[in-house]
């Protein structure tokens, strides 16, 4: 949901997801730049609790052993919370302070109600996991162990905090539904090897409920896969996939009642410890009948591990290629393997329609239409986050409002920062930081889009795969829940990135100094906030031009 309290100078706008809400301030220029404006104190109120969101920095002039200012004023007119939780009501109090680091005062103030998103509500519900960006929490209670390695009790503290609510909130409910002799799910998994969902799968067949999967039988995923579903007592009722695919690809599941297809999960994750605790993944839930058939047609024929020249037959029908020039309000669904890689271009077509921004996640490879469309300049901003780097990510261009960072960890001791962890580290992901498959385009604005699903915007994936890709246009809620969330992960992802950079003597248009320098005496921090050029500037003004924001 959207945001906004105008009624003041300082005029502050707010965007809530689930369990994440971002803020933006504007005060004039006039009101700050050399006025010793120290940066903003922001409360949240919850009921009769009140929390103050402090900063981690200090200023340099205070004693770190013995600080005198217990205040860390945020030096920034953008801000995040991530310790919200969803269908609740926050009161945000915003201060503006003035005058010496040791001496500060409000001068102009503002108040924010705000609500956050319900989990499941309407036709889509977003779930996300912390992955790696929730290895600070984790690194504070466990150290550097792998989750496999905790205690029974500690394992599951630590699941909560790596996991969110994209297991138990996502998947195991969506199974859940599947109570009795009435339902049917049908599933199609690229791994699937975490045993607790796989026992959900069970505990749902001996309710009576119908249970049948497709699984990968590539030789990668063949021995595991096979391995848990006979643990868990699903053989009779699994399905290999291995004909004619390259990798069979997908991560959805299907809910039946009555015989009738109603509701659909799918994303970006594997059934494994790695993929829901590991690296970032998503998940979207869809309650959308015509959609649900959709995925039911193409399942079945799944189901008979078809030949690609049956499948491609199918995946055409049931969606043609998508004009991306001329994309309408609603839902569609692309499946692959597809005849051609032409979607991908249709792709750059949705992008290039932008008016602010677009944001992506790769977590592979770039292709070469997406570097070209880099290279080119536009006057909206493209932020993209990758999971590593190298040649196959590297982008050439001059464009400023090209923003770029890619997973990374702090590991050494930086601002007081907490020590860090991959992946990798907690829980044996290949992947390290980012699993998700989804892009948006300009997400505040009154028509956004939103392309999530299974595939890694490859050629790859759209001609040799199993995949499918949810295309929702004119959906706010989506758009704010997925927009939160990616921010989340840019603004987690960025600091990281630029502090390797710097630690390899890289070069790059943005510096680490700015997050590692301790906080501005002088009240000239403000400055670039004004500077038109500037990132900073563009997305404050993303948030004063969105789109369906209400008095908060």
């Known amino acids: 949901m959207r945001f906004f309290n105008k009624d003041n100078e300082l005029k502050v706008y707010a965007v809530t997801g689930t369990q994440t809400v971002l803020l933006a301030m504007d005060l004039p220029k006039t009101k700050s730049v050399g ?8 409360s949240r109120q919850i009921g009769n609790y009140t929390t103050v969101l402090n900063g981690t920095k200090r200023f340099a ?9 217990p205040l860390s004023p945020l030096q920034t007119f953008l801000w995040k919370d991530y310790t919200v939780d969803p269908n609740r009501t926050y009161k945000y109090k915003f201060e503006a302070m003035f005058g010496s680091w040791d001496n500060m005062s409000p001068k102009y103030e503002a108040e924010l109600t705000v609500k956050t998103e319900p989990l499941v509500s309407g036709e889509h519900s977003v779930f996300f996991n912390f992955g790696v960006t929730g290895s600070q929490a984790y690194a504070k209670k466990f150290e550097k162990k792998k989750v496999e390695s905790l205690p029974k009790a500690d394992k599951e503290k630590a699941f909560d905090i790596l996991g969110r609510e994209l297991f138990k909130d996502g998947l195991l409910k969506f199974v859940k539904q599947a109570k009795n002799s009435r339902f049917k799910l049908l599933s199609a998994f690229y791994e699937l090897e975490y045993q607790p969902f796989l026992n959900a799968l069970k505990d749902a067949q001996n309710k009576g409920a119908e249970i049948q999967l497709v699984y990968s039988a590539r030789p990668t995923q063949k021995a595991i896969n096979e391995a848990e579903i006979k643990k868990a ?3 009779d009722v699994s399905i290999g996939r291995s004909y004619q695919v390259a990798q069979p690809h997908n991560k959805f599941m299907l809910l039946l009642e009555d015989g009738k297809p109603t509701q ?3 994303g970006s994750t594997n059934i494994t410890i790695r993929a829901i605790f590991g690296h970032s993944n998503t998940g979207h839930w869809i309650k959308n009948e015509a959609i649900a058939k959709k995925y039911h047609d193409y399942w079945k024929l799944l189901s008979t591990n078809p030949k690609k020249s049956d499948l491609n037959t199918l995946t055409e029908k049931l969606q043609n290629d998508i004009n991306g020039s001329r994309l309408y309000k609603g839902t569609k669904v692309i499946f692959s393997p597809r005849k051609t890689d032409d979607m991908l271009a249709e792709y750059v077509k949705i992008m290039d329609k932008a008016k602010d921004a677009v944001c992506i996640i790769y977590p ?3 292709e070469k239409i997406f570097k070209d469309f880099y290279s080119d300049k536009r006057d909206f901003i493209r932020f993209i986050i990758t999971d ?3 040649d196959k990510n590297n982008i050439i261009t001059d464009d400023r409002n090209v923003v770029k960072t890619q997973g990374a960890i702090l590991d050494t001791a930086v601002e007081n920062w907490v020590k860090e962890m991959t992946a990798k580290a907690t829980t044996g992901a290949g992947t390290l930081y980012v699993h998700n498959k989804f892009f948006l385009v300009d997400p505040l604005g009154d028509s956004p889009v939103v392309v999530s699903g299974s595939a890694n915007f490859s050629d790859e994936s759209l001609t040799k795969n199993d995949e499918n890709m949810l295309i929702v246009k004119g959906d706010k809620r989506t758009a704010d829940i997925y927009f939160t969330e990616f921010s989340r992960m840019f603004d987690h992802f960025m600091p990281r990135y630029l502090k390797k950079l710097a630690d390899q003597n890289l070069n790059n248009r943005y510096s680490y100094e ?3 320098k301790p906080l501005d005496e002088s009240g000239q921090w403000c400055d670039t906030y ?5 990132l900073v500037y563009k997305r404050k003004q993303m948030f004063k031009k969105m789109k369906g924001a209400v008095k908060g």
């Open 61 to 69: 002039s205070d004693d770190p052993n013995h600080p005198i200012q």
């Open 264 to 266: 659909v999960w799918t």
């Open 388 to 390: 590593k780097g190298g």
């Open 364 to 366: 592979f490879n770039i």
């Open 514 to 516: 700015g997050f590692s």
């Open 35 to 42: 006025k010793k404006f120290m940066g903003f104190k922001i």
């Open 233 to 235: 007592g699903l053989e």
């Open 530 to 534: 004004f500077e038109k050029d500037r």
